[in-house]
């Protein structure tokens, strides 16, 4: 996982493989304000936009998750939210196995738990290794987020 600012894409990232610095190009370049929530091609099907306003839910209701088959960039447009991380272990209980249609796994709790706040233009991008709980309210309280979740292939890294 690495998390950073769309602002501090001024000072380049040539580091970032070409397909994560053409979606953070992608989300930088629109406002997703005036968007209707759905799914938006960045680069055909191994690389969309998908925006989604909802309310985020105390932590006990969130779910940590895994996908195999895609990286996602999740990046908060408006609100604030929690976004749980561990890396990936043989120390974390499965609640639902893999399905493949979905490309998602489900688990008990992250294991260690660490969280970040993804606020207002921060983005968080997340390979198939990290498990991440998104969608946790910050400080217990549900508010409005609206946030544009990328996913990109595995086969374009």
């Known amino acids: 996982m690495f998390i950073g600012s769309i602002e501090s894409l001024d000072n380049g990232h040539a580091d970032y493989p070409e397909i994560v610095q053409k979606a953070l190009a992608y989300l930088r370049s629109h406002d997703f304000t005036k968007l209707e929530d759905g799914r938006y091609p960045i680069d055909g099907d191994k690389c969309v936009a998908n925006l989604q306003r909802y309310t985020t839910r105390v932590l006990e209701e969130c779910r940590p998750e895994t996908h195999k088959k895609y990286v996602d960039i999740q990046f908060v447009v408006e609100g604030e939210e929690y976004m749980g991380w561990c890396p990936f272990s043989p120390d974390l209980k499965v609640t639902e196995p893999y399905d493949a249609e979905k490309d998602i796994t489900f688990y008990e709790e992250l294991v260690p738990d660490s969280n970040i706040v993804l606020t207002p ?10 498990v991440h709980r998104p969608q946790g309210a910050v400080e217990g309280e549900p508010g409005p987020v609206t946030k544009v979740v990328v996913k990109i292939s595995v086969d374009c890294l």
Do not use: I, K
């Open 121 to 130: 233009g921060r983005f968080a991008v997340l390979y198939p290794e990290d």
